[in-house]
C-alpha cells in the first residue's frame, strides 16, 4: 500500500541554521510527491512538488529531490528564517490509487532568534 | 480570492448535538474531500467525493456523513456528536491532476463537550 513516513518532531532551530526534515515512502505506483506547511491557525499550504523520479521541487529557499533508489523525498533550507516556524507535512499522491493523497504525520518546526 | 471556504471556523458542540461543516470551492475541481488532524496522527481521510455525485468512505469514515451538493459544495456531517470527533476539520479539492496538488481550507475548529 501506500504511505508516508516523517520524522519525529518537534524540532527546534537557531536563526539561520540548517533544516532536514526526512520523509520516505512507499507506493504501489508511480507516485507524485509533495511538502506542505501549515502556519499556526492556518490550513495546508502547498510548499514544493516533484513528480518524477531526480526532479528537484524548490520554492521560498526550500528543496527537496526526488529520490527513487531510496524512496525518500527529504526537504532542506540552508538558513532557516523565524518565519519558518510551522508544521510540515509530507505527502504522495498515487495515481494507481486515483490521485488520492496520503500525509505523513507532520513535523513541527520552531525557529528561535 | 479563488480557494477552498469552510464554514464554521469554530464550533463548540455538546455530546448527542449534530450539525453541519459546510464547504465550497470555486475553482472548478471535480474532487473533493473532507480531513481531520488530530495531533501525533497527521491528517486522516474521511470522505471524499471524485466527482459531483460520487461519494467514498476514507480511513475514518465512522459517525459522518457527506453531500457532494453540486460540483463547488461538499458538506459534512455529524449526526450525534461525540467528545472522540473534538477535531480540527480541513476541506480539500483537487483537479484532477497530481502535478496541482490538493487546495486545502483553512479548517474547522470543532470540540465536543
Known amino acids: 500500500g501506500n504511505s508516508v513516513t516523517q520524522m519525529e518532531g518537534p524540532v527546534t532551530l537557531s536563526e539561520e541554521a540548517f533544516l532536514t526534515i526526512n520523509c520516505t515512502y512507499t507506493a504501489t505506483g508511480y507516485p507524485s510527491l509533495f511538502w506542505y506547511v501549515q502556519y499556526p491557525g492556518e490550513g495546508l499550504q502547498l510548499l514544493l512538488k516533484a513528480t518524477k523520479a531526480d526532479d528537484k521541487g524548490s520554492n521560498k529557499g526550500f528543496e527537496a529531490t526526488y529520490r527513487k533508489e531510496t524512496t525518500s523525498f527529504h526537504l532542506e533550507k540552508g538558513s532557516v528564517q523565524v518565519s519558518d516556524s510551522a508544521v510540515y507535512f509530507c505527502?504522495?499522491?498515487?495515481?494507481?490509487?486515483?490521485?488520492?493523497?496520503?500525509f505523513g504525520t507532520g513535523t513541527s518546526l520552531t525557529v528561535i532568534p | 480570492n479563488a480557494g477552498v471556504t469552510q464554514t464554521p471556523k469554530f464550533q463548540v458542540l455538546k455530546t448527542g448535538q449534530s450539525m453541519t461543516l459546510q464547504c465550497a470551492q470555486d475553482m472548478n475541481h471535480n474532487s473533493m474531500y473532507w480531513y481531520r488532524q488530530d495531533p501525533g496522527m497527521g491528517l486522516r481521510l474521511i470522505y471524499y467525493?471524485?466527482?459531483?455525485?460520487?461519494?467514498d468512505k476514507g480511513e475514518v469514515p465512522n459517525g459522518y456523513n457527506v453531500s457532494r451538493l453540486n460540483k463547488r459544495e461538499f458538506s459534512l456531517r455529524l449526526e450525534s456528536a461525540a467528545p472522540s470527533q473534538t477535531s480540527v476539520y480541513f476541506c480539500a479539492s483537487f483537479q484532477g491532476q497530481a502535478y496541482y496538488g490538493y487546495t486545502f481550507g483553512s479548517g474547522t475548529r470543532l470540540t465536543v463537550v
Open positions: 505527502a504522495l499522491s498515487d495515481s494507481s490509487t486515483g490521485n488520492q493523497f496520503y
Open positions: 467525493s471524485a466527482s459531483e455525485g460520487t461519494t
